[in-house]
């Protein structure tokens, strides 16, 4: 019998997850529905499963997540929202993903999928060379904001740059306005587009436009100006400056 872990923070695309898979595979045994990467690990560390149902968007983080805190030698059936071109970029790998709403062929295309993989002995994903790719594909045009008991969004073209400090990452508007997003600067980097965005230092990736001034500093560095002003001095490398001096060109 195959015993499988059905991970979805959304309450009706779990019911329809568990609906099609009693359809599918009525053989198959439900141990137990996690919807946060917290609920995923600690069930993981304690009860061994066959098989995942993975979304990739949890409500505490990435899936992936997950990966960094455990071993996972367990094959995975991901489930997303991205569009039809990231998904169709995976097909490649040895474990699939399900464009959501997710479809009953495409599911028992998966599941058939992973029944003859347990008849060898695939490797193991790398799952942080995964992610990263997927990234790659999937450029954010907004970003959820929390502010006391409510929420909203800045529309990524609004956003002049985004720092760190203290650990902590800050999305810095041009209307003067900063917030904190649950992001480290390494993920939002893959998330936005490299035409708009360059990480202009360690603790700072700037909006082209937000660029006011480059001038020629010591060591063969260059220093930037941006309007809005940025909280610290920002200074381009000298290994740097060749390629953001090419991006600044509309060189990719």
């Not at 991970?7 to 053989?27: C, G, I, Q, S, T």
């Not at 995976?90 to 295309?109: C, G, I, R």
């Not at 990234?135 to 073209?157: A, C, W």
Request: charged content about 30%; glycine content about 2%; proline content about 4%.
């Amino acid at each position: 019998m195959v015993k499988y872990l059905l991970v979805e923070d959304e309450r009706f695309a779990y019911e329809e997850m568990k609906r099609m898979m009693e359809k599918l595979r009525p053989d198959y045994r439900l141990e137990a529905w996690a919807s946060t990467v917290e609920q995923t690990v600690q069930f993981l560390k304690h009860h061994p499963v066959d098989l995942m149902l993975l979304d990739i968007r949890l409500t505490d983080g990435s899936s992936f997540d997950i990966f960094e805190q455990i071993h996972v030698a367990t094959p995975v059936i991901f489930t997303t929202a991205y569009d039809e071109h990231a998904i169709r970029a995976f097909k490649v790998n040895s474990v699939d993903y399900l464009l959501k709403p997710v479809e009953e062929t495409d599911l028992q295309a998966a599941l058939s999928k992973f029944e003859q993989l347990r008849m060898t002995t695939p490797a193991v994903p790398d799952y942080k060379q995964l992610e990263s790719s997927l990234m790659s594909n999937y450029k954010k045009n907004r970003f959820l904001i929390q502010k006391g008991d409510s929420y909203h969004y800045v529309e990524t073209p609004d956003i002049a740059f985004f720092y760190s400090e203290d650990k902590v990452v800050f999305l810095h508007t041009f209307s003067d306005k900063r917030y904190i997003v649950d992001y480290t600067l390494e993920q939002v980097e893959q998330l936005l587009d490299e035409r708009t965005f360059f990480r202009v230092a360690r603790n700072c990736i700037a909006n082209i436009n937000s660029i006011r001034k480059i001038s020629k500093y010591f060591n063969s560095r260059l220093k930037l100006s941006l309007q809005p002003e940025c909280p610290h001095e920002i200074l381009i490398s000298r290994v740097r400056v060749p390629d953001f001096l090419k991006w600044v060109d509309g060189v990719l």
